[in-house]
């Protein structure tokens, strides 16, 4: 520990991390160290709505402040607003893992006196420490690296943690009583949607895949929010018969977080719901297309694993994909075979269930 450490007493510290869900739950690393290696920090943390949720009822987190970039704070008002907040508060230090102007402006104009963030930043200028983003290195440990300007402590890193209620669990319980399911150890989540288009992993693919696991008596449940309810509908429909329900856009966050952590494997494409099982510890099937593991959000458990189209040359086409492939081919995803998704998926249910019978 660094004698940055005496300076820093009673700090108030604020984290600014308006981007996606599953941006912030690969946030909370940094924060549960940050708590941990200064138990005397009050720690504030900066989300848009959507993404709020999952730090409900973290410890390490004093205050969540709220600011609806795409609503009700949209324009130079809203911004004024959080501004005005951020002021009042008195910060004394910005871990800054958003790498928007915006951002960085909020930090400066609200007078904290330390701003620290990534040299890949637009608004990198306005920072006070900045700290070299490694491209190849997990977006946890990016993020991390945030504190090395004050302090020396070894930096270890950690999975994320959530907080479901005592309600939460309750509700999560009614529902597998309502669906019959007394027994999870063949339960399995699949989360088919994205926020990004060609980051789904086909419809057919999902179909058959599904069909597959329900000829093998598995429970399929299906997860994801208000934007995934037509896409889970058509997939249960397309199943007909077996063992597959929908909770799209019926959960809350913490509520899928708990569903997922009583399935015994969750099969998504690259987006949130890995992030939030890493945080429950599930184990992850992931379905790469446009984006690779390499850019750092790939799942990270012990038993986890990524399938994905090797060898094309358009490939990786963008960080986040797009709403339509750019060559208009999709092979990316149309080569993947729900075969191949099946078989990986009974690898790891197998080792999970190999490592359970051991602990016992």
């Known amino acids: 520990m660094t004698s940055t450490n005496t300076v820093l007493k009673e700090s108030k510290i604020l984290i600014i991390q308006s981007a996606f869900i599953g941006d912030v739950v690969l946030t909370l690393p940094l924060v549960q160290q940050l708590s941990k290696t200064f138990p005397h920090f009050s720690i504030d943390v900066i989300v848009i709505p959507r993404s709020a949720e999952v730090l409900r009822n973290h410890p390490a987190i004093n205050n969540i402040i709220i600011y609806d970039k795409y609503g009700i704070d949209k324009g130079i008002k809203g911004f004024l607003r959080l501004l005005k907040f951020i002021k009042s508060e008195h910060y004394e230090i910005a871990f800054i893992p958003h790498r928007s102007f915006r951002s960085a402006l909020l930090a400066y104009l609200g007078k904290i006196k330390r701003r620290i963030g ?7 200028i306005l920072y006070t420490d900045i700290v070299k983003y490694e491209k190849g290195n997990h977006e946890i440990g990016r993020n991390l690296s945030l504190l090395k300007p004050i302090s020396k402590v070894k930096i270890i890193k950690e999975p994320p943690l959530l907080y479901p209620t005592s309600a939460d669990i309750v509700f999560i319980n009614k529902i597998l009583f309502e669906e019959e399911i007394l027994d999870t150890s063949k339960l399995i989540g699949v989360a088919p949607g994205s926020v990004w288009n060609t980051k789904r992993w086909t419809k057919e693919g999902y179909f058959q895949l599904i069909k597959k696991l329900v000829s093998m008596n598995f429970i399929v449940c299906l997860i994801g929010g208000k934007d995934d309810v037509v896409l889970c509908e058509e997939i249960v429909s397309a199943i007909g018969t077996g063992r597959v ?16 952590k009583r399935c015994k494997i969750l099969v998504s494409n690259d987006s949130a719901p890995i992030h939030i099982a890493a945080a429950v510890g599930t184990p992850v099937v992931a379905i790469f297309g446009p984006t690779v593991p390499a850019f750092g959000f790939a799942p990270i458990g012990k038993l986890d694993s990524v399938i994905e189209t090797l060898n094309l040359k358009c490939r990786p086409c963008a960080i986040h994909g797009g709403k339509k492939c750019p060559i208009g081919t999709f092979e990316c995803m149309l080569k993947i075979k729900h075969e191949l998704v099946y078989d990986k998926i009974m690898e790891v249910y197998h080792k999970s269930m190999e490592m359970r019978y051991q602990e016992l």
């Open 118 to 124: 990534f040299n890949k930043s637009v608004g990198k």
């Open 245 to 260: 329900f929908s909770t799209a856009g019926k959960l809350s966050l913490l509520q899928s977080a708990e569903l997922i």
